[in-house]
């Protein structure tokens, strides 16, 4: 057969995509290669966690494909997760190491030189300002084995605990929810149920643009099954509310009416597990422990009316889905940033969990209370190994001795040196990070890893004086808003010229191939890391410094395994070797070689943790369902009490609008990536104002007409898109535009939640006005001159 | 351009009557079929992935249509594009 080069770059994927349903094609392929080889990965663009196989040709990466065996997505694949990558061929890369001179510009150096500068300079600081003065800022992108490095070097090397990461800004109060109810962290489920579920609960969550790929099992589901209901709980009425049986619609903020709500509904029609409640769970608000018959007094204040008044949520609608929630038999929730994200973070994680137990919609195929993860490294690179401030490897606490004793040891760093007091989290570490003649900032120096916290800080004019005036380095692939407040810029590999395992949302830790060479000097977080231990006398803590970043990440890895061998977080069958053949990466617990992972955790014959010697004597013969997580040692799970409050800033006469703010399914986070793929930037080239028809017509705004959205805190200025989608009254602005003028970040509000410190990005109060008519804004802004000051 | 190898599946009995209205589009091609689970697969060739996008959604309106979803994409094209915008810059 003879082909031409299109012919047979169709013909290659159309014999791909029969394989992923197990059909043959009509002509099929024959000779000829369309790549030189596949490697195996995962894809780093949400917290999904698809396999892909990337095709490399002469040493790039040119297709990508879903991998078929994947247990996530079964070999489909998302636009943005399949277009992503090219940005790493941008002429914009990072390609060597860079040093501010004293004309503010930058001037390329050699790693040694680059080395020896950030080293001098975090000693001087340490020695001046204490071992807290220089902190680790990083991320849910970085590898399992990066984060694990600098958490070890920071804590186990420097004994300082000032290491914070990006994920304390989108799943904190996921940690601090699973924890308070469950007693440990991360989902007991798994996406697999959602192939068992009756019905689906998305609350605070834009599926179908954050995590298209899980959204596409849910409609396939509904599709496959039209009985199964789907819930969703949303102010907005995005194309995941679209596909819904039943929109709640709330005001941001008052869901937590909504959820208690439900729950009264729950007891007052007898539709309660009292069996589940009795045996497995435990009714409290955090001291004492309550009866039923308390818990329903508690709610009972909530009748479908009053949240209807708090919430704007009909109240019919509160009532039905409270019935489909409770006689599904089967219910599975999903949420991610529309709960996380707020002052009461924490509470509104509990307060779904409560509908779960108050149900016995737990520890049953197709029903779960699950988090989902943003970013693809959320879970395990900074959750699982501990990389916050007030945590240890295995999502542990820094301030108990015995997990010290125990990370110390097994990792083999000197008794003592970690110290049991927690550092500070991420608000508060910048809000202490300036300059060294400032007494009143305590933080002087800071690494950043793999995240853009000049863009993408809540409240951002109050903390980039911090940036600029602190001796700030920053490793990443692109210039970005951060990169021009910092002293020194170290450019980093992508994920495919690296490698490493990252663990998404279902306990799933997945290991990335090293596919082709970095570009330039480019190098992997890891050598960095490693790298700056060495320089830093701290090389047999880390002796994980050679260039070879499969092997750093090995070690890394088994270091890693070592010290979390006998947590409940156990990856300790999940050896590089045995992750390097598995093709669709293993869920922990899993506590030995050869043991498959676990599907679902808390339940006999199910969770290896029932047979582990660590947790076994303590759990009764005949118990089938125990969350030995249970700080009481009773295996129960919290049901809470908890107060209702609303945002911590509404709306009122002068600021008359709730502000909120999230992704659009092409861009990624700040777009440092995704705005450098041409059909992506084509197609969100600005973010843009969401307005309902009726506030625009009330402040005479016309589609595309410019627009200022002012909080107490800031302003920028946005077209406006009119659109029904929210209700009046909510607008809504996407975070990925890096332009100075339409960076929303100046405008939200850095309030945070008292238990999880993570801040409320999505919920402000905001006032606006019309400026101008249409202007073209469609620039698909980048930064490319990394000389180029922040204002630009 | 951009291609890909997708899976567009098809309402009940209304197979055959999809492969003909797939006949309108210059830039699908069919490549094979399962006609158990009503399955087509095939190739799209788009400019770009926002006009990807939206032959998707065009197609989705059809009632024939039950789901198109995409298993793997080529862009070798844009990445030589790219390699070689990057040689130019760093000549500049
Ligand atoms: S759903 Fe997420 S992980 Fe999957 S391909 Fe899309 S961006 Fe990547």
Redesign the interface.
Known sequence: MNLNR?DF??????????A????????PLEGGQ?VDKWVKGTCRFCGTGCGVYV?T?KN???????N?DAKTNF?????KG??G??SM???D?LTDPMIRQKNGKFKKVSWDKALKHVSKKFKQLQKDHGKDSVAFYGSGQCTTEESYTFNKLWKGGFGSNNVEGNPRLCMASAVGGYISTFGADEPAGSYADIEHSRCIFITGSNMSECHPILF?RV??HK?KNPDVKIIVCEPRRTVTAKIADLWLPVDPGTDLAVFHSMANEIIKNKWADSTFVNTNTRITDGKKTYDLAKYAEHVSQFTPEVAEKLSRCPAANIKKAAEWFAKSGASLSFWTMGLNQRTRGVWANNLVHNLHLLTGNIGKPGADSFSITGQPNACGGVRETGSLCHLLPGTRPVKSKAVRDQVEDAGKIKRGTIDPKPGFHTMKMFAALGGEKDPKKPIKGMITSTTNPAQSLPNLHKYLKGMEDSFLVVIDMFPTKTTQLADVVLPAAFIYEKGGVYGCSERRSQLTEKAVEPPGKAKADIWIAAQLAKYMGFSKLIPWNMDDAMKANEMAWTDYITVTKDTEHTLWGATYDILKKAKAGIQWPCPYPGHPGTYKRYVRGMDPMFEHPTIKDHIPKDATVYFYGDKKKQGKANIFLRPYKGAEEEPDEKYPFFLTTGRVI?QWHTGTMTMR????A??QPNAFLEIHPEDAKQYGINPGDIVEVKSRRGASKYPAHLVKTAMPGILFIPWFDQSYDRLVNFVTIDAFDKGSKQPEFKIAAVKIKRLSGPKDVAEKYIISDINSKFKS | M??????IVAEKGLLEKLKGIIKNYPQI?I????KK?N?L???I?EK???E??ALCETLKENPEV??I????????D???K??A??KV??KE
Request: aromatic share 8%; hydrophobic share 35%; glycine share 10%.
């Open positions: 299109r770059i169709k013909l290659s994927l159309a014999t791909g995509a029969a992923t349903i197990g059909v043959s094609i009509s002509k369309l095709g040709k790039k990466i040119v297709a990508i494909k879903g078929p070999g489909f694949l998302c636009v399949s277009l990558y090219k061929y941008h002429p890369r596409r409609m396939r599709m092409e793929v041409p059909e992506i084509r197609s | 951009i291609y890909s190898g997708s899976i091609e490549y094979g079929e399962d689970n399955q697969v095939i190739t060739e770009g992935s926002r990807l996008e039950i789901e979803s995409h298993t793997n994409f080529y862009f070798g844009e990445t030589d790219l390699i915008k990057k810059s760093e």
